[in-house]
């Protein structure tokens, strides 16, 4: 087995909170110099800057997996990765049709860029990325699970936008593949306070929207290879696979 420094939750300068220096080839070059050795790209509720920086990344030692930050009718957030382009294309319709339209005011809320290579703009999203779908997180979960994807809710422990603050309690019928807690908090304690099972699992991701924040906050994952698989088998534990918190 290997260890593998792992960052699934990543914003480019596509989200409207993220930083405009949060280009792909910013992205790539900060991961691969402050030891990560996996990201995930996860914008709110959008994955059209995905596959850029899967291609610039792709002649690296960096792997990239491709997903988004999804905020649910209940307004929690939640983690969707994925395998491949087609599911990342057939969820982003998924999104197209469920994403309550609000225009976005950049003055307000920030801007919504796509950009290429070379760090030209090549379109502005004009729908505000930070409003809600109107399904509900199960709903929102299970089009995850039918695409084959992983699900991970964001931030559980945050007084807004979490699975405990917005609903108060985990669904007996959601299934969820691991619980991302935040940066500054303490595995135990949080387990404790809202009594989780220890058959899920437990991980930390940057949430990074700003450069000074990429790197800080990882999960190591012990298995085999830098696979979407081998993520899935480590977050269940499955084949002496794992997921440990530094």
Same mark, same amino acid.
């Given at each position: 087995?290997?260890?593998? *420094?792992?960052?699934?939750?990543?914003?480019?300068?596509?989200?409207? =909170?993220?930083?405009?220096?949060?280009?792909?080839? +910013?992205?790539?070059?900060?991961?691969?110099? %402050?030891?990560?050795? #996996?990201?995930?790209?996860?914008?709110? +509720?959008?994955? *059209?800057?995905?596959?850029?920086?899967?291609?610039?990344?792709? @002649?690296s030692d960096l792997t990239v997996i491709a997903g988004c930050e999804m905020t649910t009718?209940?307004?929690?957030? =939640?983690?969707?990765?994925?395998?491949?382009?087609?599911?990342?294309?057939?969820? $982003? +319709?998924?999104?197209?049709?469920?994403?309550?339209?609000?225009? @976005? @005011?950049?003055?307000?809320?920030?801007?919504?860029?796509?950009?290429?290579?070379?760090?030209?703009?090549?379109?502005?999203?004009? @729908?505000?990325?930070?409003?809600?779908?109107?399904?509900? #997180?199960?709903?929102?979960?299970?089009?995850?699970?039918?695409? =084959?994807?992983?699900?991970?809710?964001?931030?559980?422990?945050?007084? *807004?936008?979490?699975?405990?603050? $917005?609903?108060?309690?985990?669904?007996?019928?959601?299934?969820?593949?691991?619980?991302?807690?935040?940066?500054?908090?303490?595995?135990? %304690?949080?387990?404790?306070?809202?009594?989780? %099972?220890?058959?899920? %699992?437990?991980?930390?991701?940057?949430?990074?929207?700003?450069?000074?924040?990429l790197g800080k906050t990882y999960t190591y994952f012990e298995m085999e290879n830098p696979?979407?698989?081998e993520i899935r088998k480590a977050l269940h534990r499955e084949d002496g696979r794992q997921?440990?918190?530094?």
């Amino acid at each position: 087995m290997r260890k593998f *420094r792992t960052d699934l939750h990543i914003h480019t300068l596509l989200s409207p =909170c993220g930083d405009l220096e949060m280009s792909p080839v +910013n992205i790539v070059s900060l991961a691969s110099k %402050s030891g990560l050795d #996996i990201i995930g790209i996860t914008d709110h +509720n959008s994955t *059209r800057q995905c596959e850029l920086v899967w291609k610039l990344a792709r @002649n690296s030692d960096l792997t990239v997996i491709a997903g988004c930050e999804m905020t649910t009718k209940e307004e929690v957030h =939640c983690l969707g990765l994925f395998e491949d382009f087609d599911a990342l294309h057939v969820f $982003q +319709n998924f999104i197209d049709q469920h994403l309550i339209f609000i225009p @976005n @005011n950049t003055s307000l809320l920030g801007y919504q860029l796509v950009v290429d290579e070379e760090e030209k703009i090549v379109e502005e999203i004009e @729908n505000y990325l930070g409003s809600s779908l109107n399904v509900s #997180i199960e709903e929102v979960e299970q089009k995850v699970h039918e695409l =084959c994807g992983i699900f991970i809710p964001a931030h559980i422990d945050r007084p *807004r936008n979490s699975l405990y603050s $917005q609903l108060g309690f985990f669904p007996p019928e959601l299934k969820v593949d691991a619980l991302q807690i935040s940066k500054l908090s303490d595995e135990k %304690s949080i387990r404790e306070k809202y009594q989780i %099972s220890r058959d899920i %699992s437990l991980v930390k991701f940057s949430d990074a929207h700003y450069p000074v924040d990429l790197g800080k906050t990882y999960t190591y994952f012990e298995m085999e290879n830098p696979s979407f698989i081998e993520i899935r088998k480590a977050l269940h534990r499955e084949d002496g696979r794992q997921s440990i918190i530094p």
